[in-house]
């Protein structure tokens, strides 16, 4: 937009704001639009700060990226590649890594004219088996509705059109592990024997997690077929996001608007998080944001550490408001005890809670084992703290502090239809806990 444009539209709008208080309304609003229409004085290209851009350049991740392409690379000769599965923390370049290799052969795949195909799935988005099939069919242009088939149905057209049409397919199933916790491994084990009985037609899947202890949750056959190759992703050092959010902060923001130490300090505070790109750069367009918010020429060290704070809380909400359902059954069970003054939560007091939900809402409970790995997971977050407690002649257990504030646990569990359709029978429901 040019400036003499955009002055046009500023003056536009100071008119209507006239008119507006001619008629006796004060606009609350006029403030915050007069300033969005202004130049913005920090921000030259918003999108490059975004987390699902990907740019032409990954720095650091060279070697990630050869690997994965040699592993893919049978491809382009229509051959099967092999199954690969990529771990590593959040914020070290897997999914930029993935969705890169997955560029560059699809372009080399459509000028030669290649029935190779490429698709990228979200299992967290994406969260139904039947969704994920779906999104699947959709890539080799399978019609299937929203709703409406069974799963065996889905997986049957999807199989038969990839043996008709003999498309090679690469398949990157992203937060895979959501997909087993939720529903187990048996699409999976499905997705991996596919290629029986094709003649040129195959599926080859890219498997990423977050999830280091993930593997732990498939059966053998499905984590020999899906490891066949592995890529592990480390943790980026505060030296290597220096170099990360230079280069973005050179094609997002205008020249002398945020300092070497800025970019430095949001370095340094990403880093001590396990190296974790994402929060580096969402940490440095905040700052940059809160700056631009107060009419700042320049970002400084103040307004990253206001981002930092903003951040940390939108961070907890975000992490709890995703969790798989049930995990926010486990989560629901410990925020009803706290609230009833039970503080020394044992794993049999809070399975007896859970199933008693599970039971309240219709569902059927998992076992005591899952819902133990279940917690494993919630202190991985630093949502709880789970320890073993010796109890003599009584055996072991497990002692549950909840370590995450009350009401942040509320609002997460009040934006969950089914989880506060329970919430607001809590009375009823504790009074049913202590009978059982």
């Known amino acids: 937009m040019t400036i003499d444009k955009q002055n046009t539209i500023v003056d536009r709008y100071s008119g209507l704001h006239v008119q507006s208080k001619k008629r006796g309304g004060e606009d609350p609003l006029h403030n915050v639009i007069e300033k969005a229409l202004q130049r913005p004085k920090i921000f030259k290209n918003r999108d490059v700060m975004r987390s699902d851009y990907i740019p032409g350049n990954l720095p650091h991740r060279v070697e990630e990226i050869r690997r994965l392409?040699?592993?893919?690379?049978?491809?382009?000769?229509?051959?099967?590649?092999?199954?690969?599965?990529?771990?590593?923390?959040?914020?070290?370049?897997?999914?930029?890594?993935?969705?890169?290799?997955?560029?560059r052969f699809r372009e080399i795949a459509e000028s030669e004219n290649l029935p190779l195909e490429f698709a990228y799935v979200n299992c967290r988005i994406s969260s139904t088996e039947y969704r994920i099939l779906a999104e699947l069919c959709e890539t080799i242009n399978i019609k299937v509705p929203f709703t409406g088939l069974s799963k065996a149905e889905v997986f049957n057209r999807f199989r038969n059109g990839l043996n008709e049409k003999k498309i090679v397919l690469i398949a990157c199933l992203d937060e895979i592990d959501v997909l087993v916790k939720n529903y187990g491994d048996n699409l999976l084990y499905e997705l991996t024997r596919i290629n029986e009985g094709f003649d040129r037609g195959s599926l080859s899947i890219?498997?990423?997690?977050?999830?280091?202890?993930?593997?732990e949750l498939l059966d053998p056959r499905v984590l020999s077929s899906l490891s066949e190759e592995e890529l592990v992703f480390h943790p980026y050092t505060a030296l290597e996001l220096v170099d990360i959010l230079s280069e973005r902060a050179a094609m997002?923001?205008?020249?002398?608007?945020?300092?070497?130490?800025?970019?430095?300090?949001?370095?340094a505070l990403a880093?001590?998080?396990?190296?974790d790109a994402r929060r580096a750069i969402d940490l440095l367009r905040v700052s940059a944001e809160v700056a631009e918010r107060v009419g700042a020429e320049k970002v400084e060290e103040k307004h990253v550490r206001i981002a930092l704070n903003m951040i940390e809380r939108g961070r907890v909400f975000?992490?709890?408001?995703?969790?798989?359902?049930?995990?926010?059954?486990?989560?629901?069970?410990?925020y009803l005890l706290v609230k009833n003054d039970v503080h020394e939560i044992t794993s049999g007091m809070?399975?007896?809670?859970?199933?008693?939900?599970c039971s309240t809402l219709g569902l059927e409970s998992l076992s005591d084992r899952r819902i133990s790995t279940l917690v494993s997971e919630?202190?991985?977050?630093?949502v709880l703290k789970s320890e073993i407690a010796n109890m003599g002649r009584y055996g072991r257990t497990r002692k549950i502090t909840l370590l995450t504030s009350l009401s942040e646990v509320e609002e997460v569990l009040e934006n969950d239809e089914i989880i506060k359709t329970l919430l607001q029978h809590r009375p009823s429901l504790i009074t049913k806990l202590k009978s059982s």
């Open 252 to 267: 997002a923001f205008y020249p002398g608007t945020v300092p070497e130490e800025v970019i430095r300090l949001c370095a």
């Open 69 to 103: 392409g040699e592993i893919l690379s049978p491809s382009l000769h229509l051959s099967k590649p092999s199954n690969v599965f990529i771990y590593g923390k959040t914020g070290t370049g897997k999914t930029a890594v993935v969705k890169y290799v997955f560029k």
């Open 378 to 382: 919630l202190d991985m977050l630093g």
């Open 350 to 357: 809070l399975y007896e809670t859970y199933r008693e939900i």
């Open 271 to 275: 880093a001590q998080e396990h190296g």
């Open 318 to 334: 975000e992490a709890l408001s995703t969790l798989p359902l049930h995990s926010k059954l486990v989560l629901t069970s410990i």
């Open 206 to 215: 890219v498997g990423v997690s977050n999830d280091l202890h993930f593997k």
